[in-house]
């Protein structure tokens, strides 16, 4: 069952679903197939979640094609995402606590370990990718740009992701690989 529309990027949008069998609540991401390109995307994201296992990786449950969309069923998480929590606690001057700060920084640092070891990188790691359970715990999302590499030393070199946390060797149109998603994690 649809529910209301919790997220919108430049690749579809994200709803709240409830699955009529069992009343619970998940996530769907309904990409976008408007060309191949997007088709393989779409297909990777849906693959790498499906085979990650991390306690601070959003769960991947089931996919299927609807509409001309992928779409992707994911854990539900309810305590939004990470660029809310910025936003709401800056504007009640309630600043994270260094505990905080360090207690998200390591669940962030804990996922991207693990995509690493996977010879993945995400590429567009931001705030409004580290989605939040309701206890506060670090969900890392949206797999749509990331690249799985075929030998751990190999770099991509699009320019690719979002400009506020792009490492500075993407934006200079240089090869890049791991380190260019830890510099993305330091932005946060």
Not at 18 to 35: Q, V
Not at 47 to 61: M, N
Not at 118 to 129: F, P, Q, Y
């Amino acid at each position: 069952e649809l529910g209301k529309r919790i997220g919108r990027g430049s690749y579809g949008a994200c709803y709240a679903v409830i699955d009529a069998r069992d009343s619970k609540l998940y996530c769907l991401k309904a990409i976008e197939l408007n060309s191949s390109a997007d088709k393989d995307l779409a297909e990777q994201e849906a693959l790498l979640l499906s085979v990650f296992q991390h306690p601070h990786i959003v769960r991947y449950h089931d996919s299927f094609i609807h509409n001309d969309a992928l779409c992707v069923v994911m854990d539900y998480c309810h305590g939004g995402d990470l660029s809310q929590h910025i936003r709401e606690r800056s504007v009640a001057r309630q600043p994270f606590s260094e505990g905080e700060v360090l207690d998200l920084f390591v669940q962030m640092l804990s996922a991207v370990e693990y995509v690493h070891s996977r010879r993945t990188i995400h590429r567009d790691l931001k705030t409004s990718n580290m989605l939040l359970t309701q206890h506060g715990e670090v969900r890392l999302a949206d797999f749509g740009i990331a690249k799985v590499f075929e030998a751990t030393h190999d770099g991509a070199a699009t320019v690719i992701g979002s400009p506020n946390y792009m490492a500075p060797e993407i934006c200079r149109g240089r090869t890049y690989s791991y380190p260019a998603d830890i510099w993305s994690l330091g932005c946060i």
